[in-house]
């Protein structure tokens, strides 16, 4: 997976990129990543990247030239590959793990134009039509974390990313679902004790726990995960188990 970030701010993007497995992953030559400065894109004595807004009102707006002199250099510098624009904002389409599965996948230069202040002169819409996307239903101070959180999800799913194999094939396992709990030792924490069955050595009756409490979770959390979704007869039946245990026992009189 190859990305560039252009930014105003590059260090609010390397130093995340330079640690655990997205720097593993960089090390292992599965993922590339290069930030640039939109600075060094600008051509007059005072680097000037953002100017007053026509029209007037408030805020700063990003000049659309250091963005377009970045991407023709990427264009110089990558002449073998095609770019995917992608343009971090509240305004895009939601970002989902079919999205990052879509990243993951693209064998084109991912190119992440991160705005910051007010806005982006429209042009850079214009002259790219970026792909936008939003990472959620509030407003950043900018796309550098949103293109973080692309980044991220996506490079997690690269092959061989994920240093446990099994970390990716058992994610797969309840996919689209909400994970099942998680223990680790001691058996015991303050008087806490992990479930019977996980210390019970029964590989398929933990399998069946597992799925029980993957179907649970997703239906006490995110029910609207479940509603689409066509559950074959063993899903079924674990979570009619789970309704009937989440139904509220009122005691009669
Ligand atoms: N920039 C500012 N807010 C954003 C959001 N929610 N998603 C993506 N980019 C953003």
Not at 90 to 103: E, V
Not at 157 to 183: C, Q, W
Request: charged share 25%.
């Amino acid at each position: 997976m190859r990305c560039a970030v252009l930014t105003l701010f590059p260090d609010m993007v390397a130093p995340v990129l330079g640690q655990s497995i997205l720097k593993r992953a960089q090390e292992k030559g599965l993922l590339d990543v290069t930030v640039k400065n939109l600075r060094d894109y600008t051509f007059d004595r005072h680097k000037t990247a953002d100017d007053v807004p026509y029209g007037g009102g408030a805020g700063m707006v990003m000049k659309a030239e250091p963005v377009l002199q970045a991407v023709d250099a990427l264009c110089a510098s990558h002449p073998e590959a095609a770019l995917r624009v992608i343009m971090p904002s509240p305004q895009g389409r939601p970002f989902t793990q079919a999205l990052a599965q879509s990243l993951a996948k693209d064998d084109r230069l991912l190119v992440f134009v991160c705005g910051h202040y007010e806005g982006m002169d429209e042009r850079v819409n214009v002259a790219l039509c970026p792909e936008q996307i939003s990472v959620g239903d509030y407003v950043l101070t900018g796309g550098e974390l949103a293109a973080l959180v692309m980044i991220d999800a996506a490079a997690r799913l690269v092959p061989n990313v994920l240093g446990d194999a099994a970390s990716a094939a058992e994610e797969s396992f309840t996919e689209g679902l909400l994970e099942y709990p998680h223990y680790t030792r001691p058996a015991e924490v303050r008087g806490m004790a992990v479930p019977e069955v996980l210390v019970s050595g029964h590989h398929e009756v933990i399998r069946l726990w597992r799925r029980k409490e993957a179907l649970r979770n997703t239906y006490l959390k995110r029910p609207d995960l479940l509603r689409d979704r066509e559950l074959g007869s063993e899903d079924r039946r674990l979570l009619s188990e789970v309704m009937q245990e989440s139904l509220v026992q009122v005691p009669v009189r």
